[in-house]
């Protein structure tokens, strides 16, 4: 049976970050950080549609292979 996927929603900077990080150590699990935060803070430039798909595309691929490294419960940033 595939883990549970928790995934935490909300505006930016309500500590989705921290609460995921945090229920993932309690639980003594993985979670997976958001792709684009990362990715946003590194393009230099004004975003596009393009790299929205970008992201969305890799947040779906990241999540997956995180799933496959877990048992129980994933906290999805």
């Known amino acids: 049976m595939p883990p ?3 995934v ?3 505006p930016e900077s309500t500590a989705k970050t921290t609460l995921a990080r ?3 150590k309690y ?3 993985n979670w997976l950080p958001e792709f684009g935060r990362k ?3 590194n393009i230099n430039r004004p975003y596009n ?3 929205v798909v970008y992201i969305a595309k890799m947040q779906y691929l990241r999540e997956k292979l995180y799933q496959k490294k877990t048992k129980n419960i994933l906290f999805v940033d």
């Open 8 to 10: 935490l929603l909300g």
């Open 4 to 6: 549970y996927k928790i």
């Open 49 to 51: 549609y393009e790299d």
């Open 39 to 41: 990715f946003l803070l």
């Open 22 to 24: 945090q229920l993932a």
């Open 27 to 29: 639980y003594k699990t």
